[in-house]
């Protein structure tokens, strides 16, 4: 146990949704030690409520830095969520029952049209 890190609350740390990159959940070490060192870095695969609410709406496309690949690609900030006939029609041969999540390099994004697109919310 970690007297420092309970006088400082460094026990504790937040997590972020994997998503939309808002702080989620707390994490608590249960033996107090500093896990500092994780707050605001974990990543929670989980949706947060907000995105949750946000993929029964529709599909969620998430804007990535051009030429980012892999699992977790570095994102620019920008999400958008478009029902499932316009996500039909701008991919075609997708199956959305099961995908409801996209990653999308911020070029294509512009070229689309995303970009002026006004925020709903
Ligand atoms: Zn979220």
Known sequence: MSKK????????????????????????????????????KA????????CEKKLEQGIMIIECRDGESG?????TGRLWVITEEA????FTGFDFTKNRIFFMEESIAEQIGFHEQKPTE
Do not use: M, Q
């Open 5 to 40: 890190a309970i006088e400082n609350g460094n026990f504790v740390a937040l997590t972020k949704c994997f998503l939309c990159g808002e702080s989620k959940d707390i994490i608590l070490d249960r033996r107090f030690r500093d896990i500092s060192e994780i707050h605001g």
């Open 43 to 50: 990543i929670d695969k989980e949706p947060c409520p907000e």
């Open 71 to 75: 699992e977790n690609p570095y994102r």
């Open 87 to 90: 996500a039909d029609r701008l």
